[in-house]
């Protein structure tokens, strides 16, 4: 069965930092495509980052670069979020997103995690 469990959502003030996590099981995590997507209420949901299997390349969204960093732990099927320098429009609940199989033909999602910036 294929799971994919978010962590590490929370309440930070604006300027401060936070690090999700995203633990994998069920599917050959090595040969997956992983994603961070975020969506606020009334809104699509939205790409944050994707990294290819080997973690060799890393792309991000406009509205992130230079702020947000995505890494892989193929040895732990993990996938990290470290998020600096929050804004409150980076409010949204994040979700963990997987594409694997022959070709990426299947695709999961985690349960998401709330993260909210605010003084």
């Known amino acids: 069965q294929v799971q994919l469990v978010e962590s590490g959502g929370g309440l930070v003030q604006p300027g401060g930092s936070l690090r999700l996590s995203c633990r994998a099981s069920?599917?050959?995590?090595?040969?997956?495509?992983m994603s961070w997507y975020r969506q606020v209420p009334g809104k699509e949901r939205e790409l944050v980052a994707v990294?290819?299997?080997?973690?060799?390349?890393?792309t991000y969204a406009d509205s992130v670069k230079g702020r947000f960093t995505m890494a892989r732990d193929n040895g732990k099927n993990t996938v990290y979020l470290e998020m600096n320098t929050l804004k409150p429009e980076d409010t949204a609940v994040y979700y963990c997103?997987?594409?694997?199989?022959?070709?990426?033909?299947?695709?999961?999602w985690g349960q998401g995690t709330q993260v909210t910036v605010s003084s």
């Open positions: 069920g599917f050959t995590f090595s040969n997956s495509r």
């Open positions: 997103n997987a594409r694997y199989g022959y070709r990426g033909l299947y695709n999961s």
């Open positions: 990294s290819t299997s080997t973690g060799g390349s890393t």
